[in-house]
């Protein structure tokens, strides 16, 4: 399976500020994707990001709040722009897992709380 | 509208016993099931999968149902340990990429 590597883990952000996560894959993926929890929810889908294109964001969540950058296929970014205090939430990144039937494999998440 | 329901927030179980634990969904499009075992500060990890066209998949000590016509789904773990203590996440695939989560349920293994 993949190996991913999100960072930062966990951060305390002031309202109206950004934050950018990265996720670095140790191998080459064609998709990636970015999935928001908030507290006491399920993991929701934000976007699909492919390389060279733009991402695809899912119904609710827009890119000018979540932009997303794709450079190559081992490395993407998300970035929570304007935060308020309803940002604050798990954010993780996946990818598809090449060995298993649409089996994703997850980076350990970044916990944002914003203040 | 959640798509993927797990009705149990948490549930206790003795070591050494089965652990059952359950989901519901609403969307007949969903082709693929899987269940993820989360700890705290970790990303979600595959546990098991199951495709719609079967009924039961066996993985050791795991087992995931598929009952298409109640649209609902279990895992089974047995027997019960203590590193099973996790939260458990009900996923399902269909049509689009990504998964469509439940909430979890949080699983505790008792000595």
């Known amino acids: 399976s993949a190996v991913i590597s999100q960072k930062p883990s966990r951060d305390i952000c002031q309202r109206g500020t950004s934050l950018t996560i990265q996720c670095q894959v140790d191998?080459?993926?064609?998709?990636m994707f970015w999935y928001r929890q908030q507290p006491g929810q399920s993991l929701t889908l934000i976007a699909t990001a492919n390389q060279g294109s733009e991402a695809t964001y899912e119904s609710g969540f827009v890119i000018d709040k979540f932009p997303i950058s794709r450079p190559n296929l081992t490395f993407s970014t998300l970035t929570v722009s304007n935060m308020s205090p309803e940002d604050s939430s798990i954010y993780l990144c996946s990818v598809e897992d090449k060995d298993r039937v649409y089996g994703y494999t997850f980076g350990s998440g970044t916990r944002l709380t914003v203040v | 509208d959640q798509q993927v329901k797990q009705n149990s927030p948490s549930l206790s179980v003795q070591e050494g016993r089965i652990s059952i634990l359950n989901c519901d969904y609403t969307?007949?499009?969903?082709?693929?099931f899987l269940w993820y075992k989360k700890y705290p500060a970790e990303g979600p990890t595959f546990l098991i999968s199951?495709?719609?066209?079967?009924d039961k998949n066996e993985d050791g000590r795991f087992t995931v149902f598929l009952n298409k016509s109640a649209k609902h789904l279990s895992l089974h773990i047995v027997p019960s340990q203590p590193g099973d203590s996790a939260v458990y996440f009900c996923?399902?695939?269909?049509?689009?990429?990504?998964?469509?989560f439940g909430k979890g349920t949080h699983l505790i293994i008792q000595p």
């Open positions: 969307n007949s499009m969903f082709d693929y």
């Open positions: 199951i495709s719609s066209i079967k």
């Open positions: 996923a399902a695939r269909g049509g689009a990429d990504g998964l469509t």
């Open positions: 191998s080459q993926v064609t998709m």
